[in-house]
């Protein structure tokens, strides 16, 4: 029998294991492609898998009047968690809310302990390249406010050299810090507020909905809106990417809230005026 050379062996034992492990490589590779494809596959049926469940799974804080929060009664309630519902009836589906903390509420997405996010979540194009989101359905922008006895301060570039109380860190504090006002610090809105009534600063900067919803708590609180930025933000419900049929139902559901007059008289409850328009 004829022998073979030692390096002619080792080399076709060498062959040999590269195969074995390009067909593993490659096994690998299709067992991944494989769950991709199922991942989608489920996402693009989340809405049918949903009709069939007949609940629509919603993540909200629960914590952030008005927008989630509880009631003297301990009930859920709020704008979102209204719209949130109107939307699910439309959707032939039940809403069941699950209460998450804002810092844990994307990664519950993630995870897919529910199916959307209802908690006034800004559009941005950050969060766009992650989420999909519905169309727009609250619109607010940055808003001055004075006591209602001050009838010098009509403008934000009016504000140069006054004293605005503001959250240092915020968006709004660096707006007033750009008009040239003196930062006062504070908590929040309400105490904010405290002080202009108190006339111990001029001026504030926030959010329109905010001042929306103080002034409706509060309708004898001596302050006024007497400028609005130009550039307002969005907000939107919110899902995972490619969740196929259901952001598009969720969207006919919104408009057709808004034709026929539920989203306007939603709003109108929370904030006493239309906060889309």
């Given at each position: 029998m004829k022998k073979f050379p030692v390096f002619i062996v080792l080399l076709l034992s060498f062959i040999l294991i590269l195969s074995a492990c390009g067909k593993e490589e490659k096994a690998e590779e299709k067992k991944k492609e494989g769950n991709k494809t199922a991942e989608k596959k489920e996402d693009q049926d989340l809405f049918a898998k949903i009709k069939d469940d007949g609940k629509l799974r919603i993540g909200t804080e629960g914590t952030y009047a008005p927008f989630t929060f509880h009631d003297q009664s301990g009930n859920l309630t709020g704008f979102d968690v209204e719209i949130a519902t109107e939307v699910a009836k439309r959707l032939g589906v039940k809403p069941e809310f699950k209460e998450t903390q804002w810092d844990a509420i994307f990664a519950g997405l993630d995870s897919k302990r529910f199916d959307m996010i209802a908690n006034q979540v800004g559009i941005r194009p950050d969060r766009q390249e992650k989420y999909d989101f519905?169309?727009?359905?609250?619109?607010?922008?940055?808003?001055?406010?004075?006591?209602?006895?001050?009838?010098?301060?009509?403008?934000?570039?009016?504000?140069?050299?006054?004293?605005?109380?503001?959250?240092?860190?915020?968006?709004?504090?660096?707006?007033?810090?750009?008009?040239?006002?003196?930062?006062?610090?504070?908590?929040?809105?309400?105490?904010?507020?405290?002080?202009?009534?108190?006339?111990?600063?001029?001026?504030?900067?926030?959010?329109?909905?905010?001042?929306?919803?103080?002034?409706?708590?509060?309708?004898?609180?001596?302050?006024?809106?007497?400028?609005?930025?130009?550039?307002?933000?969005?907000?939107?419900?919110?899902?995972?990417?490619?969740?196929?049929?259901?952001?598009?139902?969720?969207?006919?559901?919104?408009?057709?809230?808004?034709?026929?007059?539920?989203?306007?008289?939603?709003?109108?409850?929370?904030?006493?005026?239309?906060?889309?328009?």
């Open positions: 519905s169309d727009p359905y609250i619109t607010s922008a940055a808003v001055l406010i004075t006591h209602k006895d001050n009838n010098e301060v009509k403008a934000f570039e009016d504000i140069k050299g006054l004293n605005s109380a503001q959250s240092l860190t915020s968006n709004y504090g660096e707006m007033a810090k750009k008009y040239g006002a003196n930062l006062v610090g504070v908590e929040g809105f309400t105490q904010s507020v405290e002080l202009l009534a108190s006339k111990r600063v001029d001026v504030t900067i926030n959010d329109r909905i905010t001042v929306l919803d103080y002034s409706k708590q509060k309708p004898d609180a001596p302050i006024k809106i007497v400028d609005t930025s130009e550039e307002a933000s969005v907000s939107g419900l919110m899902f995972r990417k490619d969740s196929g049929t259901l952001v598009d139902e969720v969207n006919k559901a919104l408009s057709e809230m808004i034709a026929d007059g539920t989203y306007t008289k939603i709003s109108e409850k929370w904030f006493g005026e239309d906060v889309l328009k």
